[in-house]
T-cell receptor
Framework: KNEVEQSPQNLTAQEGEFITINCSYSVGISALHWLQQHPGGGIVSLFMLSSGKKKHGRLIATINIQEKHSSLHITASHPRDSAVYICAVEKTSYDKVIFGPGTSLSVIP | EPEVTQTPSHQVTQMGQEVILRCVPISNHLYFYWYRQILGQKVEFLVSFYNNEISEKSEIFDDQFSVERPDGSNFTLKIRSTKLEDSAMYFC??????????FGSGTRLTVV
């Protein structure tokens, strides 16, 4: 069993839809990261979370440490949000990170 | 916005040759990392580096691999005697205290 799992694997949405991507993990963590990988391959860090909720623009990330679960929400989705979204967990601060398999999002105009 | 710079963007090498992938992290960051992503697969951790030494490495990071910070600004990944299965995108990243990662744009390594 993978230590970090994401759902769904693939997601197609109409522009303007509210999107949720889920991440569950099975190990103790010091932090959880949400990353965005563009079609060209570049990776951008969206959020680093150790508790609660963070918001940046149309993106919201939440984490429930007890349930070992995190969600990434995108409000008012736009075609430029099309990318792979990756959940990654940090077991020990600043050291090894375990990456999830990614969720491929396509937003259609 | 500060950037992590990786060079080269593409590298093609013969099997058995040595390659050096280079990275310039953000200047005030203290933590440095190498990751790789084989085409179509998920990103994998290779190594973390702090205070001029390896702080953690994965099972992938065997004697074939080494990292160095030779001059206080560059951070290099050396792969000795490359194999076909080393073909991948290699990402460098750096972090400051209490903040998330900044990734470089990657080096696509092709071993032929």
């Amino acid at each position: 069993k993978n230590e970090v799992e994401q759902s769904p694997q693939n997601l197609t949405a109409q522009e303007g839809e509210f999107i949720t991507i889920n991440c569950s993990y099975s190990v103790g963590i010091s932090a959880l990261h949400w990353l965005q990988q563009h079609p060209g391959g570049g990776i951008v860090s969206l959020f680093m979370l150790s508790s609660g909720k963070k918001k940046h623009g149309r993106l919201i990330a939440t984490i429930n440490i007890q349930e070992k679960h995190s969600s990434l929400h995108i409000t008012a989705s736009h075609p430029r949000d099309s990318a792979v979204y990756i959940c990654a967990v940090e077991k020990t601060s600043y050291d090894k990170v375990i990456f999830g398999p990614g969720t491929s999002l396509s937003v259609i105009p | 916005e500060p950037e992590v710079t990786q060079t080269p963007s593409h590298q093609v090498t013969q099997m058995g040759q040595e390659v050096i992938l280079r990275c310039v992290p953000i200047s005030n960051h203290l933590y440095f990392y190498w990751y790789r992503q084989i085409l179509g697969q998920k990103v994998e951790f290779l190594v973390s580096f702090y205070n001029n030494e390896i702080s953690e490495k994965s099972e992938i990071f065997d004697d074939q691999f080494s990292v160095e910070r030779p001059d206080g600004s560059n951070f290099t990944l050396k792969i000795r005697s490359t194999k076909l299965e080393d073909s991948a995108m290699y990402f460098c990243a750096s972090r400051g205290t209490g903040v998330g990662y900044t990734f470089g744009s990657g080096t696509r390594l092709t071993v032929v």
